[in-house]
């Protein structure tokens, strides 16, 4: 599975949208991104994921460049709770482990 | 609750001792995994199951740990004779493996301190 880069940490106002940037320079055409968040001693929560084209769910939105070596995922307008670890993974459709490396911890702030 | 479920949640032991921890999958749920996470890291891979085959394990999982999911529900992660460096969350997860793009859902974890 390609590797990901992440900012180590960052900070968003509460009620202001949060953008997470993530490189995957390496990612194979199969391979999908996805995302992850873990708050403080929970276990890992599903985000959102896509291939090519961005997707939006309820919780997020996740931009992918075209020529798919970076993405950013967007929470709209973050709120205390969404204090948390995120990871971004890059991960085949065939695989079978998610490969997490040490993600960005966001702070959101009032 | 129809989410992963873990238990227990917390374990202290003393050097030595065997543990075992229980992870419940969602109930259509074929696939099961297991990480570990120590402090500042992000999870590890262990070893996965699909449905009760055994299908990968990870240069992480020593001699001293086993893991079973004999009927292919629930799934057990024994560690024999503890050592500190054991400690640490051990995470469950599971999906439906039906196509390529499955997401994973992962349970609260068992915390586990070696003493």
């Known amino acids: 599975d390609a590797k990901t880069t992440q900012p180590t940490s960052m900070d968003c106002a509460e009620g202001r949208a949060a953008n997470l940037p993530c490189n995957h320079s390496?990612?194979?055409?199969?391979?999908?991104v996805y995302w992850y968040r873990q708050i403080h001693s929970q276990g890992p929560q599903y985000i959102i994921h896509?291939?090519?084209n961005n997707e939006t769910n309820e919780m997020a939105s996740l931009i992918i460049t075209e020529d798919r070596k970076s993405s950013t995922l967007i929470l709209p307008h973050a709120t205390l709770r969404d204090t948390a670890v995120y990871y971004c993974?890059?991960?085949?459709?065939?695989?079978?482990?998610?490969?997490f490396g040490t993600g960005t911890r966001l702070q959101v702030t009032l | 609750d129809t989410g992963v479920s873990q238990n227990p949640r917390h374990k202290i032991t003393k050097r030595g001792q065997n543990v075992t921890f229980r992870c419940d999958p969602i109930?259509?749920?074929?696939?099961l995994y297991w990480y570990r996470q120590t402090l500042g890291q992000g999870p590890e891979f262990l070893t996965y199951?699909?449905?009760?085959?055994?299908?990968?394990k990870s240069r992480l999982l020593s001699d001293r740990f086993s893991a079973e999911r004999p009927k292919g529900s629930f799934s057990t992660l024994e560690i024999q004779r503890t050592e500190q460096g054991d400690s640490a969350m051990y995470l469950c997860?599971?999906?439906?493996?039906?196509?390529?793009?499955?997401?994973?859902?992962f349970g609260q974890g068992t915390r586990l301190t070696v003493v």
């Open positions: 997860a599971s999906s439906l493996w039906a196509d390529r793009d499955a997401e994973a859902f």
């Open positions: 390496t990612i194979s055409g199969n391979e999908y």
């Open positions: 896509g291939l090519k």
């Open positions: 993974i890059v991960k085949g459709g065939t695989a079978s482990k998610l490969t």
């Open positions: 109930s259509e749920h074929n696939r």
């Open positions: 199951f699909q449905n009760e085959a055994q299908l990968e």
